[in-house]
């Protein structure tokens, strides 16, 4: 992240924003619409980025592709990034505004990667474990990923929490156990 604290202030002031105009779930589904964008257009965050494309150049390629989508609050909001310079950092602002809704709402983001992909039943149970090990209530929000790298197993992120509970772990363990010989005291 290249500035977090910028990013933040943009996400804080988008969300007083919404607040004002009611608009608190629309506006999520925009940065939603926005966020998907990014992470699968890289040429789209590249224009954002770029010196050598214009302001006006690129508060016209919003309006052409955003116009009709998202609501005017966001719409707007992306304007005057552009107008401001800052355009930049659109990416990190939508990444924190989606933080800042999830606190706002009380929901958990809950990330599982495991080796294979899983069925929705084990995803659901899951996902109920988790929600009952968290004291303060809220929703939780499973995002599931497969690393074949992991053999078996499985690694949970709750918050600041980490759980590895992989094969590639376990493994990793007994070649550090290998390479330092516990009978040879080291001098």
Do not use: W
């Amino acid at each position: 992240m290249q500035n977090p604290r910028l990013a933040s202030r943009y996400a804080k002031s988008l969300i007083d924003l919404a607040k004002e105009q009611n608009s608190l779930d629309a506006v999520l589904k925009d940065i939603e619409l926005i966020k998907g964008v990014c992470q699968s257009n890289p040429d789209f965050v590249l224009m954002l980025k770029s010196p050598v494309v214009k302001g006006d150049k690129k508060t016209a390629l919003i309006k052409i592709l955003f116009e009709g989508k998202i609501s005017a609050v966001t719409l707007g909001f992306i304007e005057l990034m552009i107008k401001k310079g800052r355009e930049f950092f659109l990416p990190e602002i939508v990444q924190a505004y989606v933080d800042q809704d999830n606190e706002i709402r009380n929901v958990k983001t809950v990330h599982l990667t495991t080796a294979t992909a899983i069925d929705t039943e084990l995803t659901n149970l899951i996902e109920s474990k988790v929600a009952a090990s968290i004291k303060d209530g809220g929703t939780v929000a499973l995002k599931t990923s497969v690393d074949a790298s992991l053999i078996g197993g499985f690694i949970l992120e709750i918050g600041d929490r980490f759980f590895d509970a992989s094969v590639r772990r376990d493994l990793n363990d007994i070649k550090k156990q290998f390479t330092k010989n516990l009978y040879i005291a080291d001098i």
